[in-house]
């Protein structure tokens, strides 16, 4: 056995025997879907970093920015990532304080309408059971590469992963085995990153030789690869897309199922906004050493194909065998995290959110229905053709297109009624998917700015509009709006709120001091190599990459300060007004 395949068999049973040694704590529906409402920061730090990381990432993304984007992928801010913040501030905390089981049946009991939470439901079981599809089979990929065994072998070792233990623990095993999983990949990229950079002889070295090479011209300018031949013929293009992509994203990191739903495992809203600020910082730190070392890779080989495959070449002929062993174990450990993500709560909804109106299930029968949707998803990925890593940005863009515009007006706007959430769902649903179809079929050529994502959020927008049109919201609906605003008294804390502080004031730390770094141990080389530099050796302001460098203080420090004042405003006693809170 070889020492890929004998560390990824050993994390694999590891995760399961640690998934299933938590599943003896489960003794009713609230800890199989909720994990008790206990969790602590870290592991909700874990869950949701671990839900959103996956071959996707690993693979695609790390493909994507070896392919040509490595400089827009370090230099743009992260838009992206912004909506773990303000979907925390704005609607994860509300989420928390419904005490629903599942985010379809927040819907339903907001708009106290069934149709909403059943088309919710629908929405998690189509779009999250493909996700699942695609991380599945991403994982048996992985693991055919690296193994003596086949594709069909790696995917049944890839669902037995993961099903072993979700069917058995629910969200109790889900979070702990992200929390391990999140720990392994990310030690496990921090010290691959850190030996691949030494060995190219640092950052600085690095940049400037990538600069200056002549297979992928422009790679690290601030953006990337243009013109003929790829998706984008001008910077303008590109930007433009980039953006609408990133807010798109964010509002899937604000308020999708696979990210929201974890702030209902929360202990208290306090830990809601601790382990989202700190949950943004996880992800912009490995998306830096992830993006950043898919793009050196460029110096060792730019001709690997498929490009997917970047990482893995690189842990196979570029470092130690432990060190490569323990990456790729690190990026199976990714795919199953989000696989076990993506089971539950489809699960979940099969069980809880098609027939919202009936008696809940028993855990014996909602155990069952996973099982049932476990053994669905092993079929079609059997069936369905490989590589598909596309379908994870089309379904992610769907549910911001679906979710996102509900999802915030459920909790800011008095007069969305039932009906225009519903309208507003389908319309968002039916306004991404149908330009992305005939887009992707070649029937139509969309410019970046009809990005079928931004599409669907305004289609929605007009159906939550038209839908409420003429109609009011019921009383029940209204009462229920006015309860979430009211905040808990158990969470109006002098000591919590200092502590709760504390995540705020490390993300203005990042926002002032990364400007510094990207200059620092970017965009000086970049220039030198580029021959932008003034005559007098200073960082030429003429080009747009300093300016891009500037995005994290333009970007976070206002989301830091938003943050530390709302936190204040709302849990301080001293500050929260007396009002707000329940007694």
Sequence with gaps: MSLFTLTIAAS?????????????????????????????????????????????????????????QLGPYLLLPGLTVTGYIYGALFFGTYLRRSQATTVAAFFGQRFDDE????????????????????????????????????YVSGIVLAWLGYSAFTLYAGSRGVILTDTLMFLLFTGATLVFAVYLLDDFGGVDRAVQDLTRQDAKPDLTAW???????????????????????????????????????????????????????????????????????GGFVNLANPDIQPEETVLIWAATQLVPPVLGAVLVAGIVAAALSSASTFLSLVGFSVSRDLKPGAEPAGLSVTRLAMAAVSVVVL???????????????????VFASSWGPVGLLSIWNRSITARGARWGMLAGLLGNIIPASLDYLGTVDLPSYLEPALLGIVASLIGAWAGSRGHSPS??????????????????????????????????????????????????????????????????????????????????IPLGLLAWWVIRRRYDPVVAPGHRALT
């Design 379 to 397: 079929g079609l990925s059997l069936i369905v053709p490989p590589n598909v890593f596309w379908i994870t940005l089309f379904i992610g863009t």
């Design 12 to 68: 694999v049973v590891l995760f399961i025997a640690v998934g299933n040694f938590a599943g003896r704590k489960v003794k009713n529906l609230d800890d199989y879907f909720v994990a008790g409402r206990q969790a602590p920061t870290l592991l909700i730090v874990g869950t949701l970093v671990a839900s959103l990381m996956s071959t996707t990432v690993f693979m695609g993304e790390a493909g994507f920015t070896y392919a040509g």
């Design 115 to 150: 149709g909403v939470q059943r088309i919710a439901g629908v929405t998690i079981i189509l779009g999250l059971g493909g996700y699942l599809l695609v991380v599945t089979q991403g994982a048996a990929l992985l693991i055919a590469e690296l193994t003596p065994l086949s």
């Design 223 to 293: 953006h990337g690869v243009i013109g003929e031949g790829t998706d984008w013929p001008t910077a303008l293009d590109f930007l433009i897309w980039f953006v609408v992509i990133d807010l798109s994203w964010s509002l899937v990191y604000a308020v999708s199922p696979w990210q929201s739903s974890r702030h209902l495992m929360a202990k208290s809203e306090h830990v809601v906004l601790r382990a989202s600020i700190y949950a943004c910082l996880a992800v912009i730190f490995l998306q830096i050493l992830i993006y950043g070392v």
């Design 475 to 556: 009383p029940t609906a209204q009462q229920y709006r006015n309860k979430l605003h009211r905040t808990p008294a158990t969470d109006v804390s002098g000591s919590a709120t200092r502590i709760t502080l504390i995540a705020p004031s490390i993300l203005l730390v990042y926002g002032l001091a990364m400007p510094w770094v990207l200059l620092h141990f970017y965009v000086r080389p970049y220039q030198t190599a580029a021959g932008h530099l003034t005559l007098n050796g200073d960082l030429n302001w003429q080009y747009a990459e300093p300016w891009f460098a500037l995005g994290p203080a333009v970007l976070h």
